[in-house]
């Protein structure tokens, strides 16, 4: 669709010059004809031989002027549309610099808009890094608050587990030795409802023995992490990440929150027994991405309640980020993240 855009507009650049040269040799012959100037050959032959080589002459020079502006204009647009198209993708644009012609207060007004743009997000991740600092300093208050709802998530999840994992196994024993088919089938009900409370037990022990980050690099917390969790649950990950990439405070410490909601999401209720987890670094944004091979779900409102998505969603956008989820029954989920690094921050940058 663009490449047949384009290629409409040098069309239509190629015919406006060719009419704006046909006019041109219009109006000079009527004037060079009104004023006597004009000599007009006595034969046809050669009046007709001079009018085409006139003719072809001005439609030549009209196409090549109308092709000049033409490209002119592609280009001027093409380097507009490419900053636009950065700014969609949440990565900061390059300066657009002069490009004249008469999208020159355009491309002012963008590199003005561009800015700005640089500036909030800027002014985000600032804002998101103050925010770890008081978090830090109220952590004691939210580890209270944490465990009330570990409480809650205790009770309505794993307690009510193991209640109807004792009333079945209490079943089972009054229809052993009358239905024993009906038996084995309530013994596999057990099974998996022990399976169930199990992977909710093992999320919870994540909750309960967080890691923190602590002023550590982002590739060392999310290293222990990776350890923890892989001591503690029959899963395999893999981190991906350049030991040497840091970055401002309040940016790691999301990053690292999302990555431990995902893992979470992931042992209460993909199923899965491989998760990937990459972070590289492209230009002046950072790209995240977390992939399992679990059963995958529908996504809608009530599944982005329940899963946390709407956490991450939120933790994203306090750092100017962006965030996709793909997933579908059967299919795994992947989680894509891009967060962009306005002036290049780096670690040391805040201090």
């Given at each position: 669709?663009r490449?047949?855009?384009?290629?409409?507009?040098?069309?239509?650049?190629?015919?406006?010059?060719?009419?704006?040269?046909?006019?041109?040799?219009?109006?000079?012959?009527?004037?060079?004809?009104?004023?006597?100037?004009?000599?007009?050959?006595?034969?046809?032959?050669?009046?007709?031989?001079?009018?085409?080589?006139?003719?072809?002459?001005?439609?030549?020079?009209?196409?090549?002027?109308?092709?000049?502006?033409?490209?002119q204009?592609?280009?001027?647009?093409?380097?507009?549309?490419?900053?636009?198209?950065?700014?969609?993708?949440?990565?900061?644009?390059?300066?657009?610099?002069?490009?004249?012609?008469?999208?020159?207060?355009?491309?002012d007004?963008l590199?003005?808009?561009?800015?700005?743009?640089?500036?909030?997000?800027?002014?985000?991740?600032?804002?998101?890094?103050?925010?770890?600092?008081?978090?830090?300093?109220?952590?004691?208050?939210?580890?209270?608050?944490?465990?009330?709802?570990?409480?809650?998530?205790l009770?309505d999840?794993?307690?009510?587990?193991?209640f109807?994992?004792?009333?079945?196994a209490?079943?089972?024993?009054?229809?052993f030795?009358?239905d024993?088919?009906?038996?084995?089938?309530?013994?596999?009900?057990?099974?998996?409802?022990?399976?169930?409370?199990?992977?909710?037990m093992?999320?919870?022990?994540?909750?309960?023995?967080?890691?923190?980050?602590?002023?550590?690099?982002?590739?060392?917390?999310?290293?222990?992490?990776?350890?923890?969790?892989?001591a503690?649950?029959?899963?395999?990950?893999?981190?991906?990440?350049?030991?040497?990439?840091?970055?401002?405070?309040?940016?790691?410490?999301?990053?690292?929150?999302?990555?431990?909601?995902?893992?979470?999401?992931?042992?209460?209720?993909?199923?899965?027994?491989?998760?990937?987890?990459v972070?590289?670094?492209?230009?002046?944004?950072?790209?995240?991405?977390?992939?399992?091979?679990?059963?995958?779900?529908?996504?809608?409102?009530?599944?982005?309640?329940?899963?946390?998505?709407?956490?991450?969603?939120?933790?994203?956008?306090?750092?100017?980020?962006s965030?996709?989820?793909?997933?579908?029954?059967?299919?795994?989920?992947r989680?894509?993240?891009?967060?962009?690094?306005?002036?290049?921050?780096q670690?040391?940058?805040?201090?």
């Amino acid at each position: 669709m663009r490449k047949s855009k384009k290629t409409n507009t040098i069309v239509r650049g190629i015919g406006s010059g060719i009419l704006l040269a046909l006019i041109v040799l219009l109006s000079a012959l009527y004037v060079l004809y009104s004023y006597g100037l004009l000599d007009v050959p006595d034969t046809w032959p050669l009046r007709l031989r001079a009018g085409l080589t006139v003719l072809t002459v001005s439609i030549t020079v009209g196409a090549l002027y109308g092709l000049y502006r033409s490209m002119q204009t592609k280009i001027q647009f093409d380097r507009l549309q490419d900053t636009l198209i950065l700014w969609e993708k949440g990565n900061p644009a390059r300066p657009i610099g002069p490009i004249g012609g008469e999208m020159e207060g355009l491309a002012d007004q963008l590199e003005r808009v561009g800015k700005k743009w640089e500036e909030q997000v800027n002014s985000l991740q600032r804002l998101s890094t103050h925010n770890a600092q008081l978090a830090e300093q109220a952590r004691v208050s939210a580890i209270v608050e944490e465990r009330q709802r570990l409480a809650r998530e205790l009770h309505d999840a794993v307690s009510q587990q193991l209640f109807a994992i004792s009333m079945t196994a209490t079943a089972v024993g009054r229809t052993f030795e009358k239905d024993l088919a009906r038996a084995r089938r309530q013994v596999e009900l057990i099974e998996e409802m022990a399976s169930v409370a199990q992977s909710e037990m093992r999320a919870l022990l994540l909750h309960l023995r967080p890691v923190y980050l602590e002023g550590k690099p982002l590739y060392q917390g999310l290293s222990e992490l990776v350890r923890e969790i892989q001591a503690k649950a029959a899963i395999e990950i893999t981190l991906d990440m350049d030991a040497g990439l840091e970055l401002v405070k309040g940016i790691e410490n999301h990053l690292f929150r999302i990555v431990q909601e995902a893992l979470s999401n992931t042992l209460r209720h993909a199923k899965a027994d491989r998760m990937e987890i990459v972070v590289v670094r492209r230009s002046d944004a950072l790209r995240m991405s977390l992939k399992d091979n679990g059963v995958g779900f529908e996504l809608d409102e009530k599944k982005q309640a329940s899963y946390g998505l709407s956490l991450m969603q939120e933790r994203v956008s306090e750092i100017g980020g962006s965030i996709r989820y793909i997933t579908a029954p059967g299919k795994g989920t992947r989680i894509e993240l891009t967060v962009p690094l306005v002036n290049g921050e780096q670690r040391g940058s805040e201090e």
